[in-house]
């Protein structure tokens, strides 16, 4: 947004949840790189291809202008 909110998703406050747009001929290549980063909520349009490592929206078309990637934060480890 505008005001740099994250409004109306939640999931994008602080870095949990990214948006790109879509890379045509890498975007499988992309998606794997950020599932190697622990980016593995990968959310794709409904109208788009399938890509391995990411999940078709099945409702809507949201998701058909950007690639939607979540972080799974569960995999930050504290070293202390």
Do not use: P, R
Not at 45 to 67: I, M, P, R, V
């Amino acid at each position: 947004m505008v005001e740099a909110s994250c409004f109306t998703s939640y999931e994008h406050v602080n870095g949990k949840s990214i948006v790109t747009l879509y890379l045509n001929d890498d975007e499988q290549n992309f998606i794997n790189a950020m599932h190697k980063f622990n980016f593995n909520k990968q959310i794709t349009g409904k109208n788009k291809k399938k890509f391995d490592n990411a999940t078709q929206e099945t409702k809507g078309t949201l998701h058909d202008s950007h690639l939607h990637s979540g972080f799974d934060d569960s995999s930050v480890k504290e070293i202390k």
